[in-house]
């Protein structure tokens, strides 16, 4: 069964940082990313990492937001620096299975507010 453990949301001013984590457990995993839902918004892509490293990034982000992974522990980090208030959402982290093939799985998710 495969479970999926968020961290590190919250509260911070624009122009800081935060970095979320993403503990998966239960199977192997290829990609493995980060999506965003903002109120009244449809969830988006905001950066996603392969099982071989490849990174692809929200444009929006690219520059600001770094996301890494450790294969050894399963875990997905997304480190977010020169947070803007349009960056307020909540943040899902999104992993795909190798078998079965494209199954994929959400955590639930995890508040980032931007705001002075």
């Known amino acids: 069964q495969v479970q999926l453990v968020e961290s590190g949301g919250g509260l911070v001013q624009p122009g800081g940082s935060l970095r979320l984590s993403c503990a998966a457990s239960?199977?192997?995993?290829?990609?493995m990313g980060w999506y965003r839902q903002a109120p009244g918004a449809q969830r988006g892509l905001v950066a996603t990492?392969?099982?071989?490293?490849?990174?692809n990034y929200k444009e929006s982000v690219e520059g600001r937001f770094t996301i890494s992974r450790h294969f050894a522990k399963n875990t997905v980090y997304l480190q977010m620096n020169s947070l803007k208030p349009e960056d307020t959402a909540v943040y899902y982290c999104?992993?795909?299975?190798?078998?079965?093939?494209?199954?994929?799985?959400w955590g639930q998710g995890t508040q980032v507010t931007v705001s002075a």
């Open positions: 990492i392969s099982s071989g490293g490849r990174t």
């Open positions: 999104n992993v795909g299975e190798l078998f079965p093939r494209g199954r994929e799985h």
């Open positions: 239960g199977s192997i995993f290829t990609t």
